[in-house]
């Protein structure tokens, strides 16, 4: 979702964009994001030049490469469960050593919050604070941490670039998956966890991105976040937009244990370790805040307020899915 909105708004903005994607990758969805920008999405979508680069075909990380002054990596990776860390690993090496052979001048890599360092209860997380490395740790997070650590040396010995850590990012997107799902869920039914952790609107990482870039920042991490919040504040904002706050429900007790004992028999069929497992759903329960102290004036004046982000979001899904709404509550009220 991040990478969709930067090529917005970098074209936008008169820049020349390279986009890559992998086998499989839909990539007439960036036209659903432009859509957000401007009605003339077909042809700013017909601007990007389009590369196929897979992180195991080191050619195609060259082609994808050459000739660009700046990279932005803003994919996540994706743990599944028919890959082992190492895949991951070796494909951002190559990566990595793509941007050194074509000599790419600036490297921004979009990281998470997971990555960071742990501080006593009721003290903000900053760039600062020591991960302990005999924590225990969702699989995901050690995924993260080991890439964001390969990124961590490259800066060191010969790249240029940051690191930015973002909190939850909200924003128009597919609202199938990543965050934006929770617009979707939230417009029909959504369980909630205790858990508090940082969010930040997607225009605003956005923001925090290209300011980067143009002051040509390199050897330093900033934590992208608006405001600290609870899983619950949020779905409970988005919830009242859509008229839908009665729904919520606390997802503790029975459907906690329901989950983790779903995962636990698909992890004994398969013979792997589950994907989200106990340490996952114990850190969603946790209480975490995050300092964006550094990220206010070196890179953004002010961020905007999450209520604000929320409404924005919701205006554009019920201009989206109205009639798709009502079916629902016309099938509600008949069950």
Same mark, same amino acid.
């Given at each position: ?12 903005? +008169? ?18 994001? $432009? ?12 601007? *990007? ?7 195991? !075909? ?23 469960? !028919? ?83 973002? +909190?939850?990012? $909200? ?23 205790? +858990? ?15 300011? $980067? ?19 619950? /504040? ?5 919830? /009242? ?74 205006? *554009? ?19």
């Amino acid at each position: 979702m991040v990478g969709a909105h930067l090529a917005c708004v970098l074209l936008k903005e +008169g820049y020349t964009v390279r986009a890559t994607y992998c086998e499989g990758d839909d990539i007439n969805k960036t036209k659903h994001y $432009l859509s957000f920008y401007s009605d003339d999405y077909a042809n700013i979508f017909n601007e *990007i030049k389009w590369v196929e680069a897979c992180p195991c !075909n080191y050619d195609s990380l060259i082609e994808a490469t050459s000739g660009v002054d700046v990279v932005y990596v803003c994919k996540y990776p994706i743990f599944s469960v !028919n890959r082992k860390l190492q895949d991951y690993i070796e494909g951002l090496k190559n990566l990595l050593s793509a941007l050194r052979e074509t000599k790419v001048g600036y490297v921004y890599y979009i990281s998470s919050l997971d990555t960071l360092g742990d501080e006593p209860e009721f003290k903000e997380i900053t760039e600062q604070s020591q991960r302990n490395p005999k924590g225990n740790y969702p699989k995901i997070s050690q995924l993260n941490y080991l890439c964001e650590m390969e990124v961590l040396r490259a800066l060191n010995e010969d790249l240029k670039g940051c690191i930015v850590n973002t +909190g939850i990012v $909200l924003g128009p997107g597919d609202w199938r998956y990543d965050s934006s799902r929770l617009f979707s869920l939230a417009a029909t039914y959504g369980f909630y966890t205790k +858990g508090v952790t940082g969010f930040v609107g997607v225009y605003d990482v956005v923001k925090c991105l290209m300011s $980067l870039s143009r002051r040509e920042i390199t050897g330093e991490r900033f934590i992208l976040v608006s405001q600290n919040m609870s899983y619950y /504040q949020v779905l409970k904002l988005i919830s /009242q937009h859509f008229g839908t706050e009665s729904n919520l429900k606390y997802a503790g007790g029975f459907r906690m244990f329901a989950y983790k004992c779903c995962y636990i028999i698909k992890s004994l069929l398969t013979g792997r370790r589950p994907i989200l497992d106990s340490t996952y759903f114990d850190r969603i329960e946790s209480f975490k805040l995050y300092s964006n102290a550094k990220s206010l004036g070196m890179l953004i004046v002010d961020y905007e307020d999450i209520s604000d982000v929320v409404k924005k979001i919701c205006d *554009i899904y019920l201009k989206e899915n109205a009639p798709k709404m009502k079916k629902f509550y016309k099938f509600a009220c008949l069950v």
